[in-house]
Nanobody, 117 residues
Framework: QVQLVESGGGLVQAGGSLRLSCAAS????????MGWFRQAPGKEREFVAR??????YYADSVKGRFTISRDNAKNTVYLQMNSLKPEDTAVYYC????????????WGHGTQVTVSS
């Protein structure tokens, strides 16, 4: 099974930036739709962004501030987060659709992002 490892989280002031990375263990990574999700304390996990071979899609709450990208040569997907807000504070998870369809069937362990006001 594909293993996903996130990195790049941390503490940042409001208005600042962070770049999250998610490294996949398989060379078939390029064929997967990849997504970022987040879960804030006491809240449900929510979708943030996804990237397929040729397209990207964002949650309204991050549109214009976050950018998802991928480097298939490095089996890595990124989430560039700019203009961060305290409400962006959450554990961010990377996920992959590895079996076709639309269900994310492989998940990383998450990385904490904390935005101070």
């Amino acid at each position: 099974q594909v293993q996903l490892v996130e990195s790049g989280g941390g503490l940042v002031q409001a208005g600042g930036s962070l770049r999250l990375s998610c490294a996949a263990s398989e060379r078939t990574f390029s064929g997967y739709t990849m997504g970022w999700f987040r879960q804030a304390p006491g809240k449900e996990r929510e979708f943030v962004a996804r990237i397929s071979w040729s397209s990207t899609y964002y949650a309204d709450s991050v549109k214009g501030r976050f950018t998802i990208s991928r480097d298939n040569a490095k089996n890595t997907v990124y989430l560039q987060m700019n203009s961060l807000k305290p409400e962006d504070t959450a554990v961010y998870y990377c996920a992959a659709v590895t079996r076709g369809g639309t269900e994310y069937d492989c998940w990383g362990h998450g990385t904490q992002v904390t935005v101070s006001s």
